[in-house]
């Protein structure tokens, strides 16, 4: 590829525009942005995870990619690194001190720390990768270490604002680097690439601060045990959390593998500050009066394994929802977990606890900038280009609107799909080639074996079930020998369905009658068709059928 | 029963409380409050429709139960009409002339026209039904003829809201029945029972009117044609655009089966005031000027079937997007269906339409009153006792706290589920036995034949799909005849899976070998268990495993 051209492609995410993974190329050079997952839509059955498809890295032999660069340290950034990092081995890593800790767990449960090296630097650090001179900064979200990139080409800075707020009171007290922004605007920016999230969204979010007005209320009134669920890389909330139960003299326990892991790994390395004397043990909980405790758990989302689901269902091995306690969802509600989480909340207060959650009270704030902060950020940087990104086509549209009416022209605003190269060079900003650039099931332990013929199964499956047939016919004269077995799942309850079963037994013994000089495939294709017409007029439901003619 | 003691009893719904039906008791006598339907949560796989378990009414034989008399049009209070009028046949209904008209042909449909007799009243009017006396009063909503009841009894007066918001600006001008609530309160509100659904929502819901200014800057913006979509039952909506198309000189034209159907009905009985010129076909708008054309349509909840969907993917009959296009999702979304809302919005972007939706602007407000006119009804009606209905329990007990900041005292309050039953006397009002009143699934012309059993197996297939071998043995010497055949869906895509059918077929070689001596049901449950574990080690996903062993 010529050296008078920068490529940029977006990969991955579920409808999210290069949420999880972006591909800079300068000539034979590239860098590669975030490699995150995302979690499947409801009716990606079976799905655990997505991650980004990055075939396109594997086929372009020609191409070197000199590190991957992390934002921050959420899943939707980091998740997928185990699955990139083991294919494409040997690719330098580089984070700040958090994200840098949660990428060698990951990498450590995957046993693959011999597969790549952890450059940790500090947000302010500028980074030489291969040809590129890479100058971090720090934003504020609702992680600590959070960081965007502005990324020096024969053209010009391009910016990369990763995952955003302007929180100017964040819990860490550590704000954006205004400075920085300035500074790039002031040398010129050729591209700005911006968090969309919230491009539906008037106003500005409010500071992660804002929480701790409702969080004091709540630690003030609650008599008896407090329990917050919230996401286990929400370390700012943790913090906040373990703030409170100092000053209102509660012990804190951590309830959920993955939060426990991560207070873990952040407490080592300094990012959280909580003593060892505020913590206890989850197994120690019950020998603490229920005033003087706080329980921070995984859940918020109303996943049926993690700590609130197994709370609301009463399934907790060591936990049990009592009266009197005060249970806080401090958490966004992800889009398509809403009946999850209203589910959770239903059973929590069935138990007989007080459940308090947006809109109840500001237990909880986003972490992406609103449009007043969208306005503010393109209006410090004043870019030439603006590519929208970190949204579903609907907010990459509506962060463009706020860009126009900026007054960026709209030639110059590009809205493209995962998989859309765009190129840059000394005339200008282009959309170029498409390469595959969607998102690729992990299932178990496979990886893209899950396409769109088993989904489909699944589909049929999940709504009807089906019904399958054995039966021994004689070879000579084609006739039914016995009574046919009859097997069925997800259809219809066998036991009490004697009649249905009689009209199955019924039908195959007329079809066989039937077909008796017809071939087996013949046979059990008309078998099949009888099987489907009569089960519909009976039931109005099409569920799979299969049948096995066994000639003895 | 004792003619001493008033039996209230919520049935139905889907963690909503009496929002389905409601059955009042006097001693034998009874009168039912709606029969509607719930659309099935997300993991209810393949249920088509939820109706409400009144199986109680079916086991008391000495009730006598007078009349059904409906609060309003919606389907989640109409929608189970012919299931409950099919299975207690001859009771009539009541209900105001619109409502009356959508339940003529629920009926009609079923073929149930016979089944029952419906006395159409106005709202206002006073209704004996056996020894009930029911006074109806006009509340405003999001459908026209909408109203609640006051019930007279020995103890005072019941009062049930039906659906509502104090809508003072409504399209049809007619506002609440404030008099009659006010009457009611002089003459003593022995219980209130209040529709809770927006109770966790500050403030006042908008009138429905306030929809006007953004449907008028969209209409005076558009350049070409102009498809709103919303509920099929949203005849308000459908008026205001009507009366837009008539201001700004476009033609409307309705697609979708059921808003089709209801235009014609709502028309008929002069509900919809739409004059014939107006109104075009579907088949023949291509002869119209795109900038001459509203369309209304079906599909505001992303439904893949209705007709914003297919526009969406573009398998419309008759309608395709084109560019230039204004199409505005002019409904809330109900809770589970987001994902499918928002993948509908992309997909429209992308086939280049300007999509316009809640946030964007306010083309839609809730019909359902917020905090603060639930804090005025009670206030208007000042009843004695209150029981939250119409709402999850998160929503009766954010309901419950706004009842008591107005002074009704906790013990005064009833928060409870479907199937409680409450009896009130002179001593006052308690929560009594628990009957059945729970929710039947629907799936296709099954109604409760699919239960726990079945959603579980539907669940696990979803999942990980099944695999089945069936294998010939020689009945003689236990030996396995030829492969074994294999079936499999949902699982893992056969065709690309060389390795692991020769692990399966190695696996029946093996457990059949090993088990030569034992009978059938053990060798069979050996072979399921050997294949479940070795599929789970290759793959780790846990597919239902089917066997059959022929012996010949």
Redesign the interface.
Known sequence: MSKQKIRIIPLGGL?EVGKNMTVVEWGNDAIIIDTGVMFP???M??VDLIIPDFRYLLERKDLTIHGILYTHGHEDHTGAAAYVVDALRGIPLYATPLTAALLEVKLRDARLTDATTINVFKPGDTLKVGPFKVESFHMTHSIPDCVGFGITTPFGIIVHSGDYKFDNTPIDGKKPDYAKLGEFAKRGVLLFMGDSTNA???GWTPSESVVNDAFDDIFRQAKDRIIVATFASHLSRIQQIADFAARYNRKLAIAGHSMTENVKTARRIGILNIPDERLVELGQINSIPPHELVIMATGSQGEPSAVLGRLATGQHRSLDVMAGDTIVVSAHTI??N??TV??T??KL??RGAD?IYD??APVHVSGHGSQEEMKLLISLLNPRFFLPIHG???HL??HKKLGMQLGIPEKNIFVVENGHVLEIDKHGMRVGERVPGGYVFV????VG???R??MR??????????L?V?V?VDSDTGEVLGDP?I?S?????LR??DELIDGVKRTVHDVLLNTRQARNGKRRERLQESLSRMLYN????RP?I?S?I?E?
Request: glycine letters at 12%; zero cysteines; hydrophobic letters at 35%.
């Open positions: 409808g839509a409801n009716d059955l079976g539906e969204k008037p889009p398509g809403e009946e209203s589910r909340i239903n207060f069935q459940v809109p109840l579903e086509l609907r549209r509506a299932d178990g332990s496979g074996d899950v396409g013929a088993v199964d699944r589909e049929v499956l999940a709504r009807d079930g089906f399958m054995v021994n077995e097997i799942r997800g259809f219809i309850y009490d369905a009976e039931t109005k439901r799979m299969f096995v066994n003895n």
